[in-house]
């Protein structure tokens, strides 16, 4: 698989730069990576072209040194550029790099976590739209991306569940929807109905992105704006996360609390009320347990609040009393 090979093209900053950078997008989607992902690459992969190294053999390490000598870069922004230059060579098919190169990760941050009345309070202060996509990420502990677009095919409101598809890491799962929100979501499911109507009649639509299905099923929950001569789009993440910022600026709440502060939520407050790290995983879509735990922490009260198993053994069982000491004996020093 070569995106460079099918013809002479310019490496570096010049017209040719585009086509190889149409392809490696091409390329990077039928490979299973994600939209986000690929436009992060997509980045790097402008600036390699544009640095004039992807001229020469091992240019790839050559351009990486020279971005890090002139800037402070964060270790997911070095892991983001050598996995996006990997990427290329494996699609050119060259060699990984041998990058020699040691990258320090940050020690994640403490999440940040509402407290059930700070939550209550976020959701009540936001608009009426917002604030259904605002309980999907607390009450079903969806990322923000996954909210906006969910299809009306995705719902089960009858037998009051969600399917989450294609998400973080390719994966899917089915999850439980809150029973007070069953009726707020048939109402933006028939208007979303009406709106998937009126496109029908509408000879310039031309379906709903990303391949252009006219199916009710695949329309969006929270359609966007849609243009003439354009896929429909559902509703950016971005409007969301703006419009919880502006609340939170509002409502005078600590630095840090978004839209993903309710996920975290969601899944503290599972785990406080005893449900279990194992059923939490599945509710959240991680692949590894170890990524949960991150996301989940257990405030020091809690720990210090559990029982021991000894203490719910039998008096009998441990009650035995030491021998006392001997005359002087004195207890050793500890």
């Known amino acids: 698989m070569s995106i460079i090979h099918d013809g002479p093209l310019d490496l570096g900053d010049g017209p040719g730069s585009q086509v190889i950078v149409t392809r490696f997008s091409e390329c990077a989607r039928t ?12 980045l790097w992969i402008r600036r390699f072209l544009k640095s004039g190294h992807s001229k020469q053999p091992g240019g790839e390490k050559l351009f990486l040194a020279e971005y890090l000598a002139g800037r402070s870069l964060s270790s997911s922004s070095v892991i983001q550029c050598r996995a996006a ?3 290329f ?7 990984a790099p041998d990058w020699n190169l040691q990258v320090r990760r940050r020690a994640a941050a403490p999440r940040q976590v509402c407290t059930p009345g700070e939550v209550a309070n976020l959701l009540d202060s936001l608009f009426p739209r917002f604030r259904v ?8 502990g969806l990322r923000v991306g996954e909210s906006v677009s969910i299809r009306l095919g995705h719902l089960d409101l009858a037998g ?3 399917f989450i598809s294609d998400a973080k890491g390719g994966h899917s799962r089915a999850l439980p929807l809150p029973s007070k929100m069953i009726e707020d979501l048939a109402t933006l499911s028939h208007q979303a109905r009406t ?24 329309f969006w929950l929270f359609p966007g704006r849609w243009r003439s001569g354009k896929h429909h789009p559902h509703l950016h993440k971005a409007t969301v996360q703006h419009a919880m910022a502006d609340v939170v600026r509002r409502l005078g709440m600590r630095s840090g609390v978004s839209c993903h502060t309710l996920r975290h939520s969601f899944a503290t407050h599972l785990l406080d009320t005893g449900t279990d790290i194992r059923t939490i995983q599945e509710l959240l879509g991680h ?3 170890a990524t ?6 257990v405030a020091a009260s809690k720990l210090l609040a559990v029982a021991s198993p000894l203490d719910a053994l039998p008096a009998a069982a441990h009650a035995h009393q030491l021998p006392p000491l001997a005359g002087g004996d004195t207890a050793p020093a500890a």
């Open 31 to 42: 490979l299973g990576y994600r939209k986000e992902t690929v436009q992060t690459y997509v």
């Open 85 to 87: 230059l990997e990427l």
């Open 89 to 95: 060579c494996r699609m050119n098919d060259q060699p």
């Open 133 to 140: 996509i605002g309980c999907l990420l607390y009450g079903c």
């Open 160 to 162: 009051g569940g969600i």
């Open 195 to 218: 709106r998937w109507q009126e496109h029908l009649t509408d000879p310039e639509w031309n379906g709903v992105s990303p391949d252009g299905s006219r199916r009710a099923e695949d």
């Open 287 to 289: 692949k590894n347990l």
């Open 292 to 297: 949960t735990m991150i996301y989940t922490h």
